[in-house]
């Protein structure tokens, strides 16, 4: 068996998330992803233990080279990587890469066949091409954080950069499709998106309702604004879960597994709209009654019987989750060093994937002398490099 991207060459110029995490998912169908850096390394690598933590889950089985694109020697080896690759990926600021050569315009020109991908904070288009742009940013001017958040509290950012690990699947569904495009026609493409589009579109349901209504969403805290009990929180004897039964046989169905039939007979909880209107002592009435259960107890009665429910838990607990564990989505890696640690895999199985071993991110300039021999330079020719700064060696 072969991956699906066996052969196919990905030069990764990312840094931090939204690239890495779209090229590591072309890594995992086969893909060889070489991760290009300056030779000082990429920002993750300079940020402490949360840039160690980005660089171990999207940086796993790539190649890396460190390479000063500033200089006449950089540029000409980047050249030669890019001439052999199927597809580029970038996410640098806006105009870095132009002013190194090595933008869409140019490398398509020498290049057409190639997929050249660049994913922006705000889009290549509008009045804010040129601004940097990160996670936050994009959840404060999509209406994210608008509606995140207690009613009479001020907005929240979503709990971790749900912006950037979003675009990275976007930013690789579109690569992908381009790159399809090209095996059927020989044909490269530019692919582009931003988080800011992506941020905007991970809210449809939302955007459905305001562009119906012309209403804004306002942020409630938890609980859905139209429907109850929907994604509210129960606490429990130990901790809390969290429930959802809106419609007319669940809300019956959680009515009766309480043995409360008089909370679904009472006039202001039979309909869904009247339960949205009286939402504060429906939710009265029914955490009265997980609070005498443990969180194991309440999801023993609700999940068998078709209630939709979850059990809130911590990192530790959701690690030692039987379905997270018989998934495989935590992985054992090997560093360059040696050392084994745990790190996330792809979210997604193919019964054709060969198996592989797994190595961890790479060393900054791990790989620069084998890609430079594979490129035809001489040892001489590679110690010459390193010693002038245009390459840096592991």
Known sequence: MTAPLEGV?????GQFIAAPAATQILVDLGADVIKVEPVHGESSRLIGLYGEAILRNYNRNKRCIALDLKSPEGKQIAHQLIADADIIVQNLRPGVMDSFGLGATDVRGANPHVVYATVSGFGLGGPSKDRAGLDIAAQAESGIMSVTGEADGEPQRVGFPVVDAAAAHVFAQAILGAYIRRLRTGEGDTVETSLLEVAVH????????YLMTGTEPMRKGNGQPTVAPAADVMPTRDGAIVVSAYSVVHFDRLCSLLRRPDIAADPRFQSNETRVEHRAALLTELRSEFARMTSDEAMALLTPNGVVAGRIST???????????????????????????TTLGSP???????????????????????????????????????????????
């Open 202 to 209: 991970l809210q449809g349901p939302n955007w459905g309702e």
């Open 315 to 341: 990192y530790g607990e959701v690690r030692k989750n039987p379905d997270v564990e018989a998934s495989g989505i935590f992985i054992d890696v090997t560093d360059p060093e040696g050392a084994q640690h």
């Open 9 to 13: 060459r990905v030069i990764d110029f």
């Open 348 to 394: 997604w199985h193919l019964s054709s994937l060969p198996s592989r071993s797994t190595t961890g991110a790479p060393g900054l300039g791990q790989h620069s002398a084998e890609l430079l021999t594979e490129l035809g330079y001489t040892a001489t020719q590679i110690d010459t490099l390193a010693d002038s700064g245009v390459v840096r060696t592991h």
